[in-house]
């Protein structure tokens, strides 16, 4: 896919091949050690120029600081990037911002949101997408990478299914970042695809039981990313997606139901930032190093027959940094296509297998894994 200058409608030679905006973030550094392990200099961005300074200077790597509403420097910067991974979130607060710089530069737009709202805005936007001749693809991280994968992978299994189950486990810790983002969705309360449409439903609205390997457990629905990008990937109409949570949680999300109105009062919210603001920035590297996600997945026909797969992978955070820069380097070297994508639309159900330590298998004739928890 060649990137074009809108503007000059001619391609253009980008010096910068890759732009990570929000790379002294956590996970931004996650991936700048990624990128740096496989030889790659891409250019870094974020809005704290001491912060940036200190994460590129001993990596001898460019950098620019500049905030989001600086217009003129996202667009000098943008006009020589061929690709931009955007690592800042919220998404909720970053992400038109960072598109619209995209569109008007003609550059490619890759992130790590895991926000339904974010999808669904950024897929609404997909027209404008093309017309810039650039893709647009969100959520390259472990939501929803792993699971994108698993739902394209199953309607490939099961081309008739109407209805699709996707459920994770083996989150380790979450970074703070990761916290803000939910305490800004917090409040929200759970969501659902019916029927095409996303549904607004109760915290922990359904739970089921589920086999990730080695005997049954209880996930509760949460709102996963999928919600959003599964019905992209697969055209499947009915999408639910669990976590595995202790009981007490489930138990918690259900009885505080009452408080959703109370977790939406900005005064609540700036409380709960603080209090994320005093926790560690994320999972240390042992717990990285040592950690394990399983995903689970089930695609099911109105007449019953399903089919059902597992993956097994690394922790979350180290999912999403070695997904992330794969996802980018296919972007770079020209794969995709121009418009909204999901990870699976624009490289296959195939790219999760490309993460280190993946296994990938239909329940119904598993191999033996190496993986036991
Ligand atoms: N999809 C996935 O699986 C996945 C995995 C990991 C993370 N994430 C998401 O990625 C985001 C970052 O996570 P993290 O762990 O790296 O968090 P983090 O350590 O708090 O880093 C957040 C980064 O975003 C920047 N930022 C935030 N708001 C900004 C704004 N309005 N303008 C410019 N920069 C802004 C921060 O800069 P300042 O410090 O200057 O504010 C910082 O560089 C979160 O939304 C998280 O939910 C998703």
């Not at 939501?143 to 008739?160: E, F, Y």
Request: with cysteine; aromatic share 8%; hydrophobic share 40%.
């Amino acid at each position: 896919m060649a990137a074009t200058d809108p503007q000059q409608n001619a391609p253009r030679t980008r010096q910068t091949p890759l732009l990570i905006y929000g790379a002294y973030g956590y996970t931004g550094q996650l991936i700048v050690e990624e990128c740096l392990a496989r030889g790659w200099r891409p250019v870094l961005a974020g809005r704290d120029a001491g912060r940036l300074a200190a994460v590129a200077e001993p990596h001898n790597l460019p950098h620019v600081a500049f905030g989001l509403g600086d217009r003129a420097t996202l667009d000098a910067t943008l006009q020589h990037t061929t690709a931009v991974l955007h690592c800042a979130g919220p998404f909720i607060h970053t992400a038109q911002r960072m598109l619209e710089g995209c569109l008007r530069t003609g550059t490619h737009y890759l992130d790590i949101t895991g926000e339904i709202q974010v999808f669904e805005a950024l897929a609404g936007q997909s027209d404008l997408a093309e017309e810039a001749g650039i893709m647009v693809l969100p959520g390259v991280g472990f939501d929803v990478v792993p699971t994108d994968c698993m739902a394209q992978w199953l309607k490939q299994q099961q081309p008739r299914a109407t209805q699709l189950e996707l459920a994770f486990e083996g989150f380790g810790g979450v970074s703070q970042g990761t916290a803000h983002t939910a305490i800004e969705q917090a409040g929200d309360g759970g969501a659902v695809r019916r029927e095409g449409y996303i549904q607004r439903v109760p915290p922990a609205h359904q739970t089921r039981q589920v086999d990730f390997g080695d005997g049954a457990v209880t996930v509760a629905s949460i709102p996963w990313g999928d919600v959003a990008t599964a019905y992209y990937s697969t055209g499947i109409p009915n999408i639910t997606t669990y976590a595995r949570l202790p009981q007490q949680t489930i138990r918690a999300m259900k009885g505080l139901r009452w408080a959703a109105p109370l977790a939406r009062q900005r005064p609540v919210k700036r409380l709960l930032h603080w209090w994320v603001d005093r926790q560690p920035a994320g999972p240390d590297q042992e717990t990285r190093t040592g950690g394990r996600t399983r995903v689970w997945g089930c695609a099911t026909a109105d007449d019953g027959t399903f089919a059902e797969g597992l993956l097994y992978g690394p922790e979350g955070y180290a999912f999403t940094a070695a997904a992330a820069t794969e996802a980018a380097g296919r972007t770079l070297d020209g794969a995709g296509s121009p418009g909204f994508q999901t990870p699976a639309t624009a490289f296959g159900a195939d790219l999760v297998l490309s993460v280190p330590g993946v296994e990938r298998f239909l329940v119904s004739a598993p191999p033996k894994p190496a993986y036991q928890s």
